[in-house]
């Protein structure tokens, strides 16, 4: 079993419609979750990190953790063409400070 | 705020040669890390510091990688008799002192092909 599994996609869906984006772990003591976005031979960039059991908003991202069934979610509300890229899910293990990163999701948001 | 810098962005090589990669973290960040990602990969652990202390090495890191962060400011990454399959990009991150959960946030990568 992968620590860190996502489905690699792609996931395509209209503008303006929800992406949603699932990963499990295997870590159950890890704390800590982020959701990263690559573009096409860019580096990672954060767009969420979340801590607690539940719902965390920010703008057009909601992140959702549900740390008894070891899964995070990150839904996009609105999507547009823009959001075409790569989401990594990672994990921050339960000791040390490395992350553990799924292989990404390619998401796909057609116009 | 500056972000974390790499240099060079982009490094080919033969196989044999050493290569040396820098990075400089977000200005205060305690905590650097760095990551190597191949295609359709995520990224992968190699090491991390906090200051000038080398926490943790990733068992990846064969004898031929080595990193320093001699002074606790920027970090270099230095692969001895490159191979073929080192080609991949070099990821560095860096994080704050403050907080529990230590968000990394990355630099735009060092990609480094062997030839």
């Known amino acids: 079993q992968k620590e860190v599994e996502q489905n690699s996609g792609p996931l395509s869906v209209p503008e303006g419609a929800i992406a949603s984006l699932n990963c499990t772990y295997s870590d159950r003591g890890s704390q800590s979750f982020f959701w990263y976005r690559q573009y096409s031979g860019k580096s990672p960039e954060l767009i969420m990190s979340?801590?607690?059991?539940g719902d965390k908003e920010d703008g057009r991202f909601t992140a959702q953790l549900n740390k008894a069934s070891q899964y995070v979610s990150l839904l996009i509300r609105d999507s547009q063409p823009s959001d075409s890229a790569t989401y990594l899910c990672?994990?921050?293990?339960?000791?040390?400070?490395?992350?553990?990163f799924g292989t990404g999701t390619r998401l796909a948001v057609r116009p | 705020d500056t972000g974390v810098s790499q240099d060079p962005r982009h490094k080919i090589t033969k196989r044999g040669q050493n290569v040396t990669f820098r990075c400089d973290p977000i200005s205060e960040h305690n905590r650097l890390y760095w990551y190597r990602q191949t295609l359709g990969q995520g990224p992968e652990f190699l090491t991390y510091?906090?200051?000038?202390?080398?926490?943790?090495k990733s068992r990846l890191l064969s004898d031929r990688f080595s990193a320093e962060r001699p002074k606790g400011s920027f970090s270099t990454l230095e692969i001895q008799r490159t191979e073929q399959g080192d080609s991949a990009m070099y990821l560095c991150a860096s994080s704050p002192r403050s907080g529990l959960h230590h968000e990394q946030y990355f630099g735009p990568g060092t990609r480094l092909t062997v030839t």
């Open positions: 979340i801590y607690s059991n």
């Open positions: 990672a994990v921050k293990a339960s000791s040390g400070d490395k992350l553990t």
């Open positions: 510091f906090q200051n000038e202390a080398q926490l943790e």
